[in-house]
């Protein structure tokens, strides 16, 4: 099993398509209904990712053996702080340790942005993703935004990266 991972434009096609299959578990999963594809329109356009391409972010594809298997984005907040942000995983994927070296790649990235501090928010109904952010070192930090859908805030410094040695 081989996992790969690359910094990809926001608006490519298997981007979006991942984003949409994001954006539709959450929304479905909080509303407890699936949602519509209407109203996956728009909450497209409202929680946008247009921001998450250098030098203001980035954005991951992660594939299992070539085939696409989920994504993470990246914003910086400011210099020295950023922000992980739409961590996912195909249901079909999950279970396969994708979900911590998917997140370690995106601290990687999040290091050639210039971060030394990584820090995220997630909801009530997250378990599994509040686990995971524990299990990898992530501490319980105070809000830093007020958004209404964020219930648990997390944050981990990031040591700088070691450069491979010949």
Not at 51 to 76: E, H, K, S
Request: one cysteine or more.
């Amino acid at each position: 099993m081989s996992w790969t991972f690359e910094v990809t434009p926001v608006d490519h096609p298997d981007a979006a398509q991942l984003l949409r299959e994001y954006l539709d578990e959450i929304a479905s999963r909080y509303y407890e209904r699936q949602v519509t594809e209407e109203e996956l329109d728009v909450l497209l356009e409202q929680q946008h990712s247009r921001d998450m391409v250098p030098p203001t972010g980035a954005f991951l594809l992660a594939r299992r053996d070539g085939v696409l298997a989920g994504c993470a984005g990246l914003r910086v907040m400011t210099p020295g702080i950023t922000e992980l942000k739409r961590v996912f995983l195909r249901k079909s994927e999950r279970g396969k340790g994708g979900a911590a070296l998917l997140v370690a790649a995106a601290e990687d990235v999040a290091r050639g942005l210039g971060a030394t501090l990584i820090r995220l928010d997630t909801r009530d109904d997250l378990v599994e993703a509040r686990a995971l952010y524990a299990r990898l070192g992530y501490e319980t930090v105070e809000p830093f935004n007020d958004d209404p859908y964020a219930h648990h805030y997390f944050a981990k410094s990031l040591a700088p990266a070691v450069p491979d040695r010949v």
